[in-house]
Nanobody, 115 residues
Framework: QVQLVESGGGLVQPGGSLRLSCAASGFTFSIYVMGWYRQAPGNQRELVATITRGGSINYADSVKGRFTISRDNDKNTVYLQMNSLKPEDTAVYYC?????????WGKGTLVTVSS
């Protein structure tokens, strides 16, 4: 059974940092493109960052220079280091695993950036 379990969300002040983790199980992690997406209240889900099995990375313009995605194929885990957080980063953050014919989502972790 495929599982993606996010952790690391919470309340942080503007300018602060958080590190999200997504632990994967039930599939061959190393062959998947892993990604982070987010959905703010009233908005559609949007891409934050993706990383291929070979380490190629793509970021949304809004997070470039502030967020860093990484993966550990030995631990079946993908990370999102978020620095210089802004109130507009407030959202539920979802982990995604994608391969040909397959697309899996976690349940999400809430990140709130507020003073």
């Amino acid at each position: 059974q495929v599982q993606l379990v996010e952790s690391g969300g919470g309340l942080v002040q503007p300018g602060g940092s958080l590190r999200l983790s997504c632990a994967a199980s039930g599939f061959t992690f190393s062959i998947y493109v892993m990604g982070w997406y987010r959905q703010a209240p009233g908005n559609q889900r949007e891409l934050v960052a993706t990383i291929t099995r070979g380490g190629s990375i793509n970021y949304a313009d809004s997070v470039k220079g502030r967020f860093t995605i990484s993966r550990d194929n030995d631990k079946n885990t993908v990370y999102l280091q978020m620095n210089s957080l802004k109130p507009e980063d407030t959202a539920v953050y979802y982990c995604n695993a994608r391969a040909i014919g397959m697309n899996h989502w976690g349940k999400g972790t809430l990140v709130t950036v507020s003073s």
